[in-house]
């Protein structure tokens, strides 16, 4: 998965818009993801890609997109 696939299934989970998702975007601050939304969020991506959420080990990881698809897909 592309960055920009990423960028695109976070705006079709959240409805946010997706010049708002970019790499270092804040999920809080700059989408308006609380996290409980940031909890849906994570479920529907693993649901949605397979990946296992077990690879998120760090606070960091749900800071931004970036961080978040870095944890996630290792930058594939």
Sequence with gaps: M???QFRQLIADISHAPIEAIQEHSSFRD???IDSLQMVNLLVAVAEKT???LGNLTDSDDYVSPGNLYYALFGGN
């Design 50 to 52: 397979g990946v296992s």
């Design 2 to 4: 592309t960055f920009d």
């Design 30 to 32: 700059d989408i308006g």
